[in-house]
Structure formats: C-alpha cells, structure tokens
C-alpha cells in the first residue's frame, strides 16, 4: 500500500483542528501540534469562580461549508438565530440600531467613486477617505482615544476593529445602490440584511462552552487517528524552501506542514525581520444575569465616553451571561455595568445583574495588523510558494476564510 503523506499542523485552534479531520479523512497522517495543555486557542473558555463564560463574541457560522463536514450533534452545539445591534456616540449623536453591527450615522454619504481601487489592498487611511471628511474625522479621533495611530494600519485591520462598513442609515435607498453598482462601496457600506432583501442567517455556539466543545473535537481527532501532542512548542527550520520541524529534540521533515499559529517565529527562522504585532492591552468583564437571556445577542460598540467595543448576552449552562469585550486595561468597572445597564434598558430586556459574579480577565487582543506587517507576512506568503508549508491565511480575520483556505489547500 502507498505510504500516507504526512501533514503536521502547528496550533489547535479551530482551524488546526478543523483542517486535522478534514486531513485525516484524505487519508493524511496527521500529527497536532499545540504550545498550551489543550486545544481551543483564541476560543478557550473564560473560567473563574467556579463558572465559565465565552472569552468573547465567537460565533460559529452553520453556513460555513466546513460546518456540515464536523459531527456538531456529537460536539453539542446549538443553532440559533443570528441576532445583533449597534451603539454609536461617536459622531456626536446616540444611535441606537438593531440588525447591524457597524458604526451608524445620520450623515449622508457623498462618495467619488473610484471603483477600480481594490478595497482589499488599501491600507486604513486609503479606505477610510471615501467616507464624508466628518466622518473620516470622528474615526480618527475614536481610534486615537486608544492610542491608536491609524496611518500606520493596514485596511486589514478595518474587520477586526469592526469598522469594515459604515451604515448611513439617512440614506437607505442610495446606499443600496451603491452597493449594487460598485463592488468597493459595498465592502465599505453597511445595510441591514432586511433593507437588501436578504433573510435572516443563523449561529452557533456550544452548549456547554468551548472547552467542553474542544475536549469532544479532541477525542474526534483521537478516533480518526490524529496524533496530538499539547504543551510541545515546534521549532522552524528552513533547508532553502523546505519547512523542517525540531519537536522535543527531534527533526522531523514532514511531507505538508499547517502553521495556523502566529506566524512570527516562522516568518523570523526565513530570515525575515520580527514583526510588529500590534495589539491592544485589554480588561474584560464578566456576569451573571438574574434570569436566562430570552435570545443570544451582541451589541457593537462605538463611544467615545466607555472603552467598550461589544457586549454580548448568551445562555451558557443553563445561565443568562454577559461578556463585556472592551478596548483598554483601565477601565472603571462600575462605570461600565452602569452603560451596560441603559443598553439592557434601551433593548428593552428586563435582565439585573446578578450580585458577586462580577469577574474581569486582562487580555492582549492582536485585532490590529500595522502595514509593515501585512507587506512582510505578504512577501513571506510569495516567497515561501511552492513550498511544504501552507500558510495559515493570517492577513484574514474571519474564520470560514482561514478554514476554507486551509481545507482547498489539502486537496
Ligand atoms: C475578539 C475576537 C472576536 C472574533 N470574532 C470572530 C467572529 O465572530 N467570526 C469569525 O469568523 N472570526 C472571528 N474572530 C477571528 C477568529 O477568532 C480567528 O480567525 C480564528 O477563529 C482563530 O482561530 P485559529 O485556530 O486560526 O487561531 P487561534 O485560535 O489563535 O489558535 C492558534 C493556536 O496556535 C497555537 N500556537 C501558536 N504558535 C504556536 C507554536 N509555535 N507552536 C505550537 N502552537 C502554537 C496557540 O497556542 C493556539 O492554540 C474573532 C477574533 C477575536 C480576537
């Protein structure tokens, strides 16, 4: 019988261990690999106080089209549908929005077109002078409020800071337009999914928490013959264009190698030099609510009084929850349960936060990639072509993106 080819996969988060059953089921022999003592990554849950809940708001998309390919009735995950709103002070009115997640004014949009750019090329500044001069300016200012300096960000960092589409909500029917006629003002403009005609889509989430989820993925891969190794850092090493491995003291040379973790230590061991690795030194909040929440939903935040970029309401175990992601170490936790407090009132829930089950957890959140960056992981992306390695698609932020790509990648 024809040897297997090997397939070692550096980071067992979603989309190492994704890609691992998709591999083992092309008849790979797989081997994980991951620095922590379990799987999860970026998802794993928060656990304090005898409690759990979600680090932030990760929802899995049952669309995706690896979705359909995982055992989710075995890993516990529930459907529902995917339910949002929005909190903008930003432009020096409060609009308070539900079914869309994006900054939203009262301003009118007056674009020049230039549709031959490629918006997925442009760095942040570029992207963000199609918008109103006033505009443009409020965001400026919103992102210094973080010390922030946007000319040095690439347009990649426009997703994670969940500043990707504006939505000028004065100006419906134009923007719909706009969108229709030009590919570049549609990944620059927000609508709600109703105001283009489109229905409702759904997420998922696991039941009982991530790490529960990760702890059932972990047996999948066993029973599919993946070998995993937890707490074990590999080391890179490059034989010209071949991506060798030393894994406790041994070099191995497999046939294709994922790396789905930072890419900084590879992209250092080319030659290349360190990257920045901009990131955003952050304190979470976690509660309890007095009551299950009656639907899972996520308020996008954009203030220039609270440092908060999103709350999100979820049932967990059986218990309404609330993650309050925010964007700065020093924050002022009574000040943000009393914001927290007018949005539940503003939604209209009639949820109280439950007392003593405040708990709060310092982050470093690499949601922002600088344009040095995106250029250097770009040039290693090229270079390193042809290659045993397949890159991990980090320039993306979303996961069915990173996924897809790792999955097209095995065929
Ligand atoms: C706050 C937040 C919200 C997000 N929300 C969404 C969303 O709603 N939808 C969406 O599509 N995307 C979202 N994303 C992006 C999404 O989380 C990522 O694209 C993706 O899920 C990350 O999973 P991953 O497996 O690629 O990486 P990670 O979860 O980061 O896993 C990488 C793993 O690699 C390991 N590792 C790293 N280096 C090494 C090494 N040298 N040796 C061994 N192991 C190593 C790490 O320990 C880690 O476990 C969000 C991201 C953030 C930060």
Known sequence: MKNKKTLVIIGGGISGCVAALFAAKKNYDVHLIDKETKLGGILKDVAQKDDIYFRACQYINPEASWYKEIPFKELDLQEFSHEKGTYTDIFDEISLERNIAGPSTSEKFSP??????????????????????KIQNKIRKWFMSFNIDINKLSGKSATPFAVGRIFFRGDIKKIKLLKEKSKTL??????KRDEMNLGNIN???????????????????LQNKVKISLGTIAKPIWDHKTLKL????????PDKIIWTGNPTGLIKSFGYPLLESLHIKSKDIFFELNDKVKENIYIQIYSSKHPISRIFFYNLKNKGKVTIETLASEINNDEIIEF???IIKSFNYTYKVKENTLISNNQKKYILISKKDDELIRKFIQETEGSNLIHGNWLEHGRDQKIDFLIRNLN
């Open 112 to 133: 020049e077109i230039r549709t031959s750019d490629k918006i997925h090329d442009l760095n942040f500044v570029d992207r963000i002078e199609f918008y109103p001069k």
């Open 246 to 253: 030393l894994v406790k003291g041994k070099e191995i040379k």
């Open 203 to 221: 997420a998922s989430l696991p039941n009982n928490g991530f790490d529960e989820f990760f702890l059932k993925f972990n047996s999948i891969l």
């Open 186 to 191: 549609d990944d620059l403009l927000g609508l």
């Open 340 to 342: 927290t407090k007018k």
